[in-house]
């Protein structure tokens, strides 16, 4: 991408930014797929996304859809080329029509991010409640572990009633043609486990053993376009016996045999409570810097602009409604839970302010200190984002989709904070608490 800074006025910047063909049509691959992802579109062999929107949902221009999205993912390479951070996303003026294969020319007016400063530098005063090792965390860890060793017994024979476990043979068809993933000789199953769809649970409720009962029972599948449909299921059951679970009894002779690079229970412990207490501290260490991070918002000098705020709440509004969605909830059922919309309105606004603040601290302490960023600092942010992942494929992620910036005023930001709690007075007050 070539970018040009036509002028500067105050605390403003102009951009020109030519996007190549290459760049263009990245973008809108990179929007399709958000669009299709956001639809719950199912990629399918040997079709593009477009064809598939068209089929599905009857979009004959799927680029002219997602154009939108595909320029504000320009923008950000812009920006970063000239190593610019905004202080909210700039909206891009086209200059062009976004093709495919085309170069694209828009234009940035860019309103830089101020540069505030603190009523003081001095050490920061926190009191934070000290640390403790949960031990009941251990025995539950390893609690989990005896479940996933369960072993079942003949019972005495009775009436099968929820949440009982029976050895069952198992016949299953749809049309006439075997399931092969459900047909079998002797499984157990524990019925109200949610394993079966209800209809199934139902038939076999009330069964005992040596009884054989044919039924049908629905269930969701899906289709080979991706769509989820009823699939009817015809199988026959039999009861063999009824059964009860049996834990395993975690001792020394149990770890040898299913553990072998344990010789004892103690040293199985040791290992579980280590991976335990390296989790707590990586939290109780987070918890810290959180503390210390705070200590500077009362120091925080300065006006942030409206726009600043409103590009906040909105970033905080969409992770608001990204919680409520992983909880099962609809926004509406969010907004109550949470005492309605002036009670959630006012909790935006407040986290909004004190997340904003917060950062513009920690920028104004980087600047203090006379602090360099090196790639350790880069990598190191990039692990404690997403410890699963290699930081240094996290790092290329965001620097191919121009957002390098943003990855490095994290980093300064982790760096500063580091420093604030390095430097800090910390009391430790008050009882314990278990963390977890």
Known sequence: MKVTQKKTEGDKVFLTATATAKEVDAALQSAQFAFAQSMGLQPEYGKTIAQIAEEQLGVKNLDSMVEARAI?????????????????????????????????????????????????????????????????????????????????????????????????????????????????????????????????????????????????????????????????????????????????????????????????????????RGDIERQLRAQYEDYRLGMASAALVQRFEGRIADEAYEAMRNIMMGQFRANAQQQGMTWDDFVKQNGGEQQVSMMMMLQTREMLIRGFALDAVFRHENMVLTDADIEATCKSMNPRVDPKQTRRQYEQSGRGFVLREAAERRKANQWVLDHAIVKEEGEAVPLG
């Open 72 to 272: 504000e993912d320009l923008v950000p390479l812009a920006l970063d080329r000239k190593n610019i951070v905004p202080l909210f996303p700039p909206k891009p003026m086209t200059k062009t029509t976004l093709k495919r294969g085309r170069e694209f020319q828009f234009d940035l007016e860019v309103t830089l991010k101020p540069e505030y400063e603190l009523k003081s530098y001095d050490p920061v005063e926190i009191t934070v409640q000290p640390f403790v090792m949960d031990e009941s965390l251990v025995d539950e860890r390893i609690g989990e572990m005896a479940e996933n060793y369960t072993t079942y017994v003949t019972a005495e024979d009775k009436t099968i009633e929820k949440g009982d476990s029976c050895l069952m043979a198992l016949s299953a068809s749809e049309n006439g043609v075997e399931i092969k993933g459900l047909t079998t000789d002797g499984r157990t199953y524990t019925t109200g486990a949610g394993l079966m769809p209800d209809g199934f649970d139902e038939a076999v409720i009330g069964m005992k053993p040596g009884e054989t009962k044919t039924f049908s029972f629905e269930g969701p599948s899906m289709d080979d376009q991706g769509n989820v449909i009823t699939q009817v299921v015809d199988c026959t059951v039999t009861v063999k016996e009824i059964q009860v679970p049996v834990l395993p009894t975690i001792d020394d002779e149990w770890v040898k045999t299913n553990l072998p690079m344990f010789n004892t229970l103690e040293e199985f412990r040791t290992k579980v």
